[in-house]
T-cell receptor, first 113, second 111 residues
């Protein structure tokens, strides 16, 4: 157990819908990262937050957004969902903004029908 | 650019050693990682190595780093059926610390 929790574990929804994925980092970790794992793209970095502020952006679609709250948990919002958004979404946390090892949560498996 | 390459499959017999290879392109990477993903599970950190090291050993795991060739390997000694999983190599970008992952190597251990 990495200490990073993600909810829900599974999510099934329809095209055009909006979903919110939630992540709680390890106790004491200030940085949260979101990654997407899909069959065609592999594991790709989406976005990073540090202590409530956005620090880095990767290949994140404009339909996707994230935030980190004062209690340091983070949410990834996916809207206008398409079939191709079906993937495993991982959250990772680290103690600092770029220097520490990242520990991954169990992931949220999203299926868009 | 940043890119990490791995071979896709490796099959070994139980008790043999497994060697999983990885090449990366960003010579400024300071940390390189190995993660393990079992079916239906998340990413488990196995080990990591600093770029100023050539080798790191942790029980059955040995990581070798050749900075000149930008080549990283993970050796698993006395491979067990429980080691069957997908192994990901990752380099940490100097731009904010994001991880750049390889495609993953599926290790199959036959009894």
């Amino acid at each position: 157990d990495s200490g990073v929790t993600q909810t829900p574990k599974h999510l099934i929804t329809a095209t055009g819908q909006r979903v919110t994925l939630r992540c709680s980092p390890r106790s004491g970790d200030l940085s949260v990262y979101w990654y997407q794992q899909s069959l065609d793209q592999g594991l790709q970095f989406l976005i990073q937050y540090y202590n409530g502020e956005e620090r880095a952006k990767g290949n994140i679609l404009e339909r996707f957004s994230a935030q980190q709250f004062p209690d340091l948990h983070s949410e990834l919002n996916l809207s206008s969902l398409e079939l191709g958004d079906s993937a495993l979404y991982f959250c990772a946390s680290s103690a600092d903004w770029g220097k520490e090892t990242q520990y991954f949560g169990p992931g949220t498996r999203l299926l868009v029908l | 650019g940043e890119d990490v390459e791995q071979s896709l499959f490796l099959s070994v017999r139980e008790g043999d050693s497994s060697v999983i290879n990885c090449t990366y392109t960003d010579s400024s990477s300071t940390y390189l990682y190995w993660y393990k993903q079992e079916p239906g599970a998340g990413l488990q950190l196995l080990t990591y190595i600093f770029s100023n090291m050539d080798m790191k050993q942790d029980q059955r795991l040995t990581v070798l780093l050749n900075k000149k060739d930008k080549h990283l390997s993970l050796r698993i000694a006395d491979t067990q059926t429980g080691d069957s999983a997908i192994y990901f190599c990752a380099e940490r970008s100097n731009q904010g610390g994001k991880l750049i992952f390889g495609q993953g190597t599926e290790l199959s251990v036959k009894p």
